[in-house]
């Protein structure tokens, strides 16, 4: 199985390789302000889908912060409690009459 994951992700790689050779005309991207920016248009969307990675990650940092603080927090509650003694109650007599 893993031998598959590889030959799909090496294929996948070839064919991002292929797109970004077959696409180096220049491109381009204007902003606002009469601001522009011209560079080919492989080197545009690379630099899209790292600002994008980055953005991903900015926004997951405080998320996982949270999920790590919980994580021993509930660590440190499964440690006291698993130091606690059992108390066995024995269940009360039934009345005598």
Do not use: C, D, H
Request: hydrophobic fraction near 60%; aromatic fraction near 10%; proline fraction near 7%.
């Amino acid at each position: 199985m893993k031998f598959i994951v590889w030959l799909i992700r090496v294929l996948v790689f070839v064919l991002l390789l292929v797109l970004a050779i077959a696409n180096t005309q220049p491109a381009t991207l204007n902003f606002f302000a009469g601001y522009a920016w011209t560079a080919s248009l492989i080197l545009i969307g690379l630099a899209f889908f790292i600002v994008g990675l980055l953005a991903g990650l900015v926004f997951a940092v405080p998320a996982m912060l949270r999920l790590r603080m919980e994580n021993g927090r509930l660590k440190r509650e499964l440690r006291v409690a698993r130091e606690t003694p059992v108390v066995k109650e024995e269940p009360p007599m039934p009345p005598l009459i």
